[in-house]
């Protein structure tokens, strides 16, 4: 039977700039003048002892993180470790309180939009702004609903881009400001700390904490992490090391660089409200408001789509796991994404959005976020009591003080602001009832053990040989030559072929929903093991993850394999490509060596001409040993150099063994272009390109690779990356 098998390609940097970019989302933007308003300047020190709180509810995330590493996160652990409908009702909860961020993020989009035009000139002709506010929160829900409904995800380099932009941004924001403190030599700002009394530092800290939980998408992509043991902790903490100081300073500049003729700064940043950063940058930062305005746009929007895909996420793996009706849990037949569950989604995210201030948003969201966590620091305690065993990554000092701290913390913070937004606690009440009347009143028909067992995980024993070679399959025209390629390589080398198909995943499911796909990926493994002879052992594996390239090297890697081969249509449908989007990739990155062919008519007994262009190099004596290969089947090798001038008269002449026919031409492509018609087989090395050219194995390759008559096979030896680079740069 085949292997099955999720795909773990998020590393460490990856992995932390999303825990970074979610939590220097819009909240920072949109939250810190609210803040302002409610507590004065102690508005910072509501910065501070959210960041010591978060910190410690981190510690449990990091510690689960690290020895359960499953998509879902807190959902998970609290659903495994307390018994119903505590479990199930942490996952409704985690679902609306990604809503409701989602609502607040459309809403700090809107307000930040609005002056945008504003600046262009556009004349709202008499519109209340509170209205245009709300429109466009509704236009741009809409509009990420349907993006994530399409598939279409920001990459991880994308997503790293945009964190590093919004972090360029507050610094730039922190630097001038702190110039404009220390020319003016002005702290009056300061004083008094608490204008409104010390208690309203705890409503701010309620109201800002949706800021600081960001670190959590970190756990729930865990199933997708290398190395989630080490990599979640680091992933955790280094982004809140990151984050809480950038805060902490953000909020010391926006109180003390700010100077308004005739009031006092918090007052201003308060009625000034979602659009507070802005306002204060244009008092002392060159172009600020316009410089703002890009940060806060870029963080909505970016926070908006990560949301929406988190919601989605939570609600299809209800579905999945039966919490909630089987609908959640299906995927869309085109698109492979969880469309119900946007649907849905976006709909209560434009709901409250349409409702509700943005002060209750942001306060409803803050208190079912603090509802999770401690939620979350329960089950850690409990974990520990129940599994002693699991091998964790981190463990949570001080136990059990440590999360019992943190849950009475987040208890007061919750509590306390009851008295700030009644509305959000009635909306929190009244969406945890409807949660438990939906537990009560909704059948689980199966458990999740019965679901899991539908996947059968058997790999087929196979006798182990000293050389390996991966062959990925996807085009079932392509099967048979690939594997008989394969197979001719393996007998020379006594080895063995793993023969690897890949399930990609839209990045709005978690990797594990990939399964339900295997049954399509079957009849091409079972081609490739029919078209194998039976005297090569071989393998077979059906690998899920978001990235298929990816998929390929990790596989490639952590299988130690020698050889990877890869079929070649001639041709990609991007021009951003030179041969695919994931051949490309696989060639770069691939950790042992890479054969690309393109198969015309092969039939290797026919296989009597073997054409070997070379000009010397590892990769030209690689493609000569493959053509010896071929040789000693029954085929003649005809090794060529195209010059363009012969000094002297030879015609031949020998190197590393090879005895090479010199020919002159004007052009090395049409040269050998045309004697590929007389060849059975071209085998071609990669060529020493400049690092600076757009190529993957190199122009007189590739070019060949389009045009030739016969099957054409490419070969890249393998080289340590900073050799190869050093050659590309001297060569």
Not at 318 to 342: A, C, K, Q, W, Y
Not at 389 to 414: H, K, M, N, S, V
Not at 465 to 477: D, K, Q, S, T, W
Not at 631 to 638: L, P, S
Request: aromatic share 10%; hydrophobic share 50%; glycine share 8%.
């Amino acid at each position: 039977m085949e292997e099955v098998e999720l795909s773990r390609d998020m590393g460490l940097f990856h992995i932390t700039m999303i825990g970074i970019g979610a939590m220097i989302g819009a909240g920072i933007f949109v939250l810190t003048g609210i803040a302002a308003g409610i507590a004065g300047p102690g508005f910072i020190l509501a910065f501070l002892l959210n960041g010591i709180i978060a910190g410690l509810t981190a510690m449990a995330y990091a510690e689960l993180g690290s020895c359960m590493a499953e998509a879902g996160g807190g959902y998970v652990w609290i659903k495994r470790s307390l018994p119903n409908p505590l479990g199930f009702l942490s996952g409704w909860m985690d679902w609306f309180a990604h809503c409701i961020a989602c609502s607040l993020y459309s809403l700090g989009f809107g307000a930040y939009f609005v002056i945008l035009l504003e600046m262009a000139g556009v004349n709202f002709m008499g519109i209340d702004k509170g209205i245009l506010i709300k429109v466009f929160a509704v236009i741009i829900c809409a509009f990420f609903a349907y993006i994530n409904f399409k598939g279409a995800s920001q990459t991880g380099k994308a997503e790293s881009v945009v964190t590093m932009i919004k972090i360029i941004i507050l610094v730039m924001f922190i630097g001038f400001g702190v110039l404009a403190i220390i020319r003016n030599g002005d702290y009056t700002n300061f004083t008094p700390l608490f204008p409104k009394g010390f208690f309203a530092v705890f409503t701010a800290m309620g109201l800002t904490y949706i800021a600081f939980e960001g670190y959590e998408i970190i756990a729930q992509a865990g199933e997708e992490v290398v190395n989630p043991k080490k990599n979640i902790p680091r992933a955790i903490f280094i982004s809140l090391l990151i984050v809480i100081p950038l805060y902490l300073l953000v909020g010391f500049v926006a109180i003390g660089a700010t100077h308004i003729e005739g009031m006092e700064t918090y007052l201003y940043l308060g009625q000034s409200g979602e659009t507070a950063m802005v306002e204060a940058a244009k008092t002392f930062m060159p172009a600020g408001a316009l410089i703002l305005l890009i940060g806060g746009l870029m963080s909505t929007v970016s926070a908006l789509n990560a949301t929406i895909y988190s919601s989605s996420r939570v609600s299809f793996a209800m579905g999945r796991d039966h919490d909630l009706p089987e609908v959640f849990g299906r995927i869309h037949n085109r698109t492979r994404t969880p469309h119900i569950s946007i649907f849905i989604s976006a709909t209560l995210i434009i709901l409250m959005a349409i409702l509700l201030p943005i002060e209750d948003v942001a306060s409803a969201a803050g208190i079912f976020f603090l509802l999770i966590f401690i939620g979350v620091n329960i089950a850690m305690i409990r974990i520990r009591k129940q599994m002693p065993e699991l091998d964790r990554g981190f463990i949570t000092p001080l136990f059990p003080f440590i999360p019992l701290f943190a849950i009475i913390a987040q208890l007061f913070i919750a509590a306390y602001l009851f008295g700030y937004s009644p509305v959000a606690w009635y909306t929190a009440f009244f969406w945890i009832i409807i949660g438990v009347i939906a537990f009560y009143l909704y059948p689980v028909k199966k458990e999740r053990e019965e679901i899991e067992a539908q996947i059968v995980y058997e790999e087929k024993e196979i006798e182990k040989r000293p050389y390996r070679i991966l062959v990925p399959i996807a085009n079932p025209e392509t099967v048979k030559d690939l594997i008989t390629l394969a197979s001719i390589i393996a007998r020379e080398k006594d080895g063995e072929i793993l023969a690897m198909a890949v399930i990609k995943v839209p990045e709005q499911l978690p990797v594990s929903s990939g399964r339900e796909f295997v049954d399509e990926k079957k009849p091409i493994i079972q081609d490739a093991v029919e078209a194998c002879p039976d005297d090569i052992p071989i393998n077979t594996l059906i690998r899920v993850g978001h990235s298929i390239p990816r998929a390929i090297t990790e596989t490639a890697k952590t299988r130690n394999c020698d050889l990877i081969i890869l079929g070649w249509r001639g041709w990609t449908w991007r021009q951003e490509r030179i041969l695919g989007s994931t051949i490309d990739p696989v060639v770069i990155h691939a950790p042992c060596d890479v054969i690309i062919a393109r198969f015309r008519d092969f039939v290797p007994e026919m296989v009597k001409t073997i054409l070997v262009p070379t000009i010397g190099g590892v990769h030209a004596n690689f493609a000569y040993e493959i053509a010896k290969i071929f040789e000693r089947a029954g085929g003649r090798i005809r090794a060529v150099r195209i010059v363009k001038d012969l000094k002297e008269e030879k015609t031949h002449i020998t190197e590393d063994e090879m005895d090479i026919e010199l020919i002159r031409a004007p052009s090395v492509r049409a040269k050998l272009i045309e004697l590929s018609k007389e060849s059975d087989l071209l085998v071609i090395g990669a060529t020493e390109e400049p690092i600076f050219k757009r190529l993957v194995f190199g122009i007189v390759p590739e070019t060949v690779a389009r045009s030739a008559d016969c099957t054409v096979i490419m070969v890249k030896r393998y080289e340590n990356k900073v050799v190869s680079i050093l050659k590309r740069w001297l060569g």
